[in-house]
């Protein structure tokens, strides 16, 4: 096998060593300092200069922005079965975070450059967290984050040719240039006290959480119960959007957010939009609430992955299917839309399933135990 150092570059200076290789790769710009007459591989497939190291007999000098390690091509090189020397520079999320004055532990970082679904992954990360890195690319560039994001109240910050003298911040409409990072900020973002786990994903302490966890009017919430077996059909994760129709407190709301989704709110009452934003803001999560009546109002929301559908009729659930997301969850407290709503399903290429959830909680009264009866309730799911 070769032997392969790959070196980080910031925009200083590379080392001597550099020149000492039988073999260079890397960008134009990475390599046009480097003063040697070996073969040189401007990288463009990753894969390609990866295939040409691998067989090269000799010294392999690599050069590559900031942190090779980081999102970068020592993966490549590793899973080739090359076992390369690693010497970083600082990655361009840290120093994008410098020039800003921001502490990052609490960052999640997401790449959109060259993933299939990159940019979509990328803009649910950003509309469920206050401080995100996205490695852009051009498919993702910084003005279709902006624009992915509008509606929820986020800053895009463009770092570009960082380490270089041309490195400039920017917003996503100025004269930002390749290579960039874009850190998106929520508008009102506050630095929490220093953590001991890095990269500002959580999972939640505990899910289907009780009632009283939540403000609501008159017991109308999503019982706990109920909650774990949508939870468990609907899949919120990082990198996904969920719609809650019919929100009612936001208690299923609130829960996708905890699990890292990104999620938006709908209801016709305004008095059910203040109480999702308070019980989003009690359970630290974001959740965009939109007031309006379904199906209507979902015409101008981004494509969800997951749609929970706790109120409306058949036009609603209709509406959500044309749609496309993977996962549906319907609750029903009468019997009769749950076999109509079965077939819509199975129609639209779901495979369906369903169960009702009859609970009898455990009450204690003087000495003794009883079970109390909560009001059936039926889900109706589907998968795609």
Request: charged share 20%; hydrophobic share 50%; proline share 8%.
């Amino acid at each position: 096998m070769p032997e392969v150092t790959v070196y980080g570059f910031d925009g200083g200076p590379l080392p001597a060593s550099v020149a000492e290789a039988t073999l260079l790769v890397g960008g134009a710009r990475h390599l046009d300092g480097v003063p040697s007459d070996a073969e040189r591989v401007v990288m463009g497939s990753v894969s390609a200069a990866v295939d040409r190291i691998s067989v090269h007999d000799g010294s392999v000098a690599v050069v590559a922005s900031g942190d090779p390690g980081f999102f970068g091509i020592v993966r490549a090189l590793r899973r080739a079965g090359v076992d390369p020397v690693v010497r970083p520079a600082p990655s361009s999320v840290a120093l994008a975070f410098a020039r800003l004055g921001l502490p990052w532990d609490d960052a999640v970082v997401v790449s959109a450059h060259g993933r299939d679904g990159g940019l979509r992954r990328a803009l649910n990360v950003c509309r469920a967290y206050p401080k995100v890195a996205v490695l852009t690319g051009p498919d993702a560039t910084p003005p279709a984050l902006a624009a992915g994001l509008r509606g929820w109240r986020r800053e895009v910050v463009v770092a570009s040719e960082l380490g270089t003298p041309a490195e400039r911040l920017t917003g996503p409409d100025g004269d930002w240039a390749e290579p960039n990072v874009a850190i998106v900020l929520a508008a009102e973002l506050t630095d929490g006290p220093a953590g001991w786990l890095a990269g500002g994903v959580r999972p939640p302490d505990g899910w289907a959480l009780p009632e009283d966890a939540f403000r609501h009017r008159a017991s109308m919430i999503t019982k706990a119960e109920v909650r774990a077996v949508a939870l468990a059909h609907l899949r919120p994760a990082p990198g996904t959007l969920v719609w809650d129709v019919g929100t009612g407190s936001g208690s299923v709301a609130v829960e996708c957010g905890r699990f890292g989704a990104a999620v938006v709110a709908v209801d016709r009452d305004p008095a059910s939009a203040d109480l999702v934003r308070a019980n989003a803001a009690q359970h630290g999560v974001d959740v965009r609430v939109v007031t309006g009546a379904a199906p209507a109002v979902l015409a101008d929301l981004p494509d969800p992955d997951a749609v929970f559908v706790g109120g409306g009729g058949p036009d609603v659930l209709a509406a959500v299917l044309d749609r496309g997301p993977a996962q549906v969850v319907a609750a029903f407290a009468a019997v009769e839309p749950v076999g109509p709503a079965a077939d819509a399903l199975a129609a639209a290429g779901y495979a369906t399933g369903g169960a009702q959830l009859q609970t009898n909680r455990l009450v204690e009264i003087v000495g003794r135990h009883r079970l109390a009866a909560i009001n059936p309730v039926t889900l109706v799911w589907g998968t795609r």
